[in-house]
């Protein structure tokens, strides 16, 4: 609110107090403030003209002004998608299309918003959101700009007619941050909105390339994986600091770089969901030169495992026959965990010839003694773990002696 009227109003507050203390409920006009007239004045030209100048410089850019202090940008992109996507990463949750195995790509909303700080408080304000989404022209994207902060509910209910609980909501750490600073918006705004599935695509990148990018911020996955570089980028740090500028002087080039920034954003959560896709419908055994995208192979297999798909174990096997270490311990697990015993013997074996993995060791073990129902074999692998340096095996030491001692019971009796 502005200072001007949060004036007027307590001064009215003030008298109608003071009529009711007098016996009367009539609110006489207030007393007009002097001394500072011509200082307030100044600034309300000043404003306006700030005002004119960023109106000046959005339309000139294409923007188109929506309400007082909101414009907006529609701007169209080659759409990557395929019309259908596979619930790889989303699992329907309606009952009624619980057995379906793919979601039409016009179900998804790919959203990003640009906030005046990262702390996510009360004080934190969405300036700028997007959302981007398929059509029949292509994949178009929707900016919206708040350009002083009186015009926020006017901006959430912009953004309020993309919020439905029916669309899939595709972010990059928004299930986190954005969709939580938008709900306190409306909800701090008197506005009832409620968000469909979020699918945050930070956490499956961090599993498909994190041994390949190290971080995996968006931007690091663009240059490592999208192969995009970007030029004249803002630092995320400064964002706040140029929009602060923008309105403050009405000086467009401290927004330009920002709206393009957030746009590319968006359009990159397309390109990560469509490479995504790709990578989950490609045969195994294929390599990535075969088809020109990087990945960690077990992160994939961990996916495909978690989502019940039995292919995960086809990706592991390659990784163990390319002599991954890990890839043999989650195969191993995952053989186990299906009551495969005889694979899970065949790569603990393995793991511990090859490796000597005292955790596939301890896994033979357990399997001799328990699954096999032969101690003696049980007993003679315990005391090769045993027998090796305390240094390598002290964390197993407590469990090692413990089933040394049960099974020379057993093989005694």
């Not at 700030?50 to 309400?67: C, M, Y």
């Not at 979601?103 to 996510?120: H, L, M, R």
């Not at 393009?260 to 390109?271: F, G, K, N, T, Y």
Request: glycine share 8%.
């Amino acid at each position: 609110m502005a200072a001007p009227d949060l004036r007027t109003r307590l001064e009215r507050l003030r008298q109608a107090r003071g009529d009711l203390e007098k016996g009367t409920n009539s609110i006489k006009p207030p007393v007009p403030r002097t001394g500072n007239g011509s200082h307030h004045a100044a600034r309300i030209a000043e404003r306006e003209a700030v005002n004119d100048r960023i109106h000046e410089g959005l339309i000139s850019r294409g923007w188109v002004k929506k309400a007082e202090y909101v414009y907006s940008l529609k701007t169209v992109k080659e759409n990557l998608l395929k019309p259908l996507i596979s619930n790889f990463l989303y699992h329907e949750r309606d009952s009624s299309n619980a057995s379906s195995e793919v979601t039409p790509a016009e179900k998804f909303i790919f959203y990003d918003c640009e906030t005046t700080g990262v702390s996510g408080g009360a004080g934190t304000v969405i300036f700028l959101c997007g959302f981007g989404y398929v059509t029949s022209a292509g994949f178009e994207i929707i900016q919206y700009l708040m350009t002083d902060f009186p015009g926020e509910p006017e901006f959430l209910n912009l953004l309020k007619g993309f919020v439905s609980p029916e669309r899939i909501y595709v972010s990059y750490n928004g299930k986190s941050f954005d969709s939580n600073l938008m709900k306190s918006r409306f909800l701090l705004n008197g506005i009832n909105a409620k968000f469909g599935y979020q699918l945050d695509l930070l956490y499956p990148a961090r599993r498909l390339w994190k041994r390949i990018t190290g971080t995996c911020s968006l931007g690091d996955i663009e240059r490592g994986i999208l192969n995009k570089q970007r030029t004249d980028d803002v630092p995320g740090f400064l964002v706040p600091d140029y929009y602060f500028n923008f309105i403050k002087t009405g000086n467009f080039d401290f927004m330009k770089d920002i709206a393009a920034h957030h746009l590319e954003d968006i359009a990159s959560l397309m390109e990560v969901l469509a490479i995504t896709e790709r990578l989950y419908r490609i045969p195994a055994g294929q390599a990535e030169t075969d088809i020109g995208i990087r990945y960690d192979l077990n992160g994939l297999a961990r996916m495909l495992i978690e989502r019940g798909d039995t292919r995960g174990a086809e990706l592991y096997e390659q990784s163990f026959r390319d002599g991954s270490r890990k890839a043999g311990r989650m195969l191993g697990f995952y053989y186990k965990s299906v009551k495969n015993y005889v694979e899970a013997l065949r790569v603990w074996k393995e793991l511990w010839n090859r490796w000597r993995s005292i955790e596939a060791a301890v896994e033979i073990a357990k399997y001799y003694e328990h699954t096999e129902k032969d101690p003696q074999k049980a007993l003679r692998i315990t005391q090769e773990i045993l027998n090796l340096e305390h240094i390598r095996i002290k964390k197993y030491l407590p469990e090692l002696r413990h089933r040394q001692k049960r099974l020379e019971r057993k093989t005694a009796s």
